[in-house]
């Protein structure tokens, strides 16, 4: 069962075409992960289908319906989760605020906290949620967003570069977070740390030059010729 | 002591004083104090839209006009009574910025100061137009015969005090429920990062919308309501000055928080007061205690307050 998918999904900004004629599906509890060179695509590509930015031709289904002319933030009602390659938290507001702001679209009253306090214990930020989300250090910022995503109990959560600034130790927890997610959620990884997409990824999709070079499981991505001279270097 | 039960002493409180005050002041400041607290209502809508939400207005001046002529013209020519013409003053301010809102918000920053500037400029410019009925500058003077609610004079200067205090406290807490529920909470969050709200499934075009004809009606009920204590209403109420005076009195008292609006407006009444009864260049001495507050207190009274001592104030 597909839960989504783009036909002929296109951007151009100005004469720079970022990403060409892209069809794309995603089946339900599936880890796919999104790679591809710096300037591939990327976020272009997740952010057209979270509905950041409007594509120029094209259209994207989710569970079968066709969103691509609703407006993100209806989007995201539907059960997309979106967290952002650069962090994005409300620096001047309490950690625990900021998460009871991405639970409360659901919940309501007391529910709010049990969420709050369960997705910040998924990402292992329970020090201090009274303290200003400013005040985190960047690889905590980082886990934040992420507890903003799990909050939202997304059926579909698009992390983009979930692992960018975190420590090793950061990361093997991070990878451990994935795994458990698995069958409870669809993920859309964008990632840049290889190790991190072999070990948690179903199957990988290769961007280069805003178009899919490849698609496959992460062995056969990592033995793929094209793969190999686009991206991953030879060796 | 719980957080709320000390937020609600602390507010609670600032009203019941108020409402003692009233016994023991001198009849000058009991006068002064009445205007205050609809001038610091007017301040209380303006914080809601500037202070929570993030969205710097310098039109409020067409939503208080609003209130005070949608009252005003209503009893003078319409033969109104007070009750009828103030709920005609309250749907006026809230149909005036529902469709400023309309407009304005499809800007942002300094567009959006820009845009609400103009507008409140077209609607200080169409009440001298239609001097004929609003009588321009000169304005018109609302008669003690007609200033009478429910068999209550309001010229009387006790019975204007507590219904200055009553629109006050109704705002007042209007305002602090406000921004306690989930509701103004987004404000907040659209205030700090406006993306990410939408980004978390939130309609930020829609929040933004409401905050502001929640604002309106409050600036417009203040305005509505210092037409019909002070019994005049003017073309001078809807000029850029009055859009100034509330950003003023917020930034003072504290942009965002739920007692800085008042704090702000007291004291920037006493100031002029004060320093007019030393010497005629009083705005001297007013500019510059103002200059000093901005660099010693740049969060404004309540807000350094809140920084310093109270972490917990709304």
Known sequence: ?????????????????????????????????????????????????????????????????????????????????????????????????????????????????????????????????????????????????????????PRLLILDEPTQGLSEGEIDGFKALIRDLAGETTILLIEHNMKVVMETADRVTVLNFGEVLAEGTPQEIHENDAVQAAYLGTG | MSETQRILILHGGLLVLLFVLQFVLPAYHHGNLARIMVLATYAVGYNILFGYTGLLSLGHALFFAAGMYGMGLTIQHAGFTPAPALLVGLVAGALVSGALALLALRTAGVAFMIVTLM????????????????????????????????GIDLSDPTNRYFAAWGLFGICLLISLWLVRAPFGRTLVAIRENEERVRMLGYDTFAHKLTAMVISGTIAAAAGAFYGLLFGYAGASFASVQYSIFPLLWVLLGGAGTVLGPFVGTLFMFYLIDLSSGITTAYMLIAGVVLVALTLFAPQGLTGELRRRVWRWLP
């Open chain 1, 1 to 153: 069962m597909t839960l989504l998918s783009t036909r002929g999904l296109s951007k151009s900004f100005g004469g720079l075409h970022a990403v060409t004629n892209v069809d794309f599906d995603l089946p339900k509890g599936e880890i796919r992960a999104l790679i591809g060179p710096n300037g591939a695509g990327k976020t272009t590509l997740v952010g057209m289908i979270c509905g950041r930015i409007a594509p120029t031709s094209g259209t994207v289904s989710f569970d079968g319906v066709d969103i691509t002319a609703l407006p993100a933030h209806k989007r995201i009602m539907l059960g997309m989760a979106y967290t952002f390659q650069i962090t994005s938290v409300f620096p001047r507001l309490p950690v625990a605020e900021n998460v009871a702001l991405a639970a409360r679209r659901r919940l309501h009253g007391q529910e709010v906290e049990a969420a709050v306090s369960e997705a910040l214990d998924r990402v292992g930020l329970t020090e201090a949620p009274d303290e200003e989300a400013g005040n985190l250090s960047y690889g905590h910022q980082r886990l934040l967003e992420i507890a903003m995503g799990l909050a939202q109990r």
């Open chain 2, 119 to 150: 507008f409140a400029q077209a609607g200080y410019l169409t009440i001298l137009y239609f001097g004929e009925y609003t009588r321009g500058d000169e304005g018109f003077v609302i008669q003690q015969a007609q200033r009478v609610l429910w």
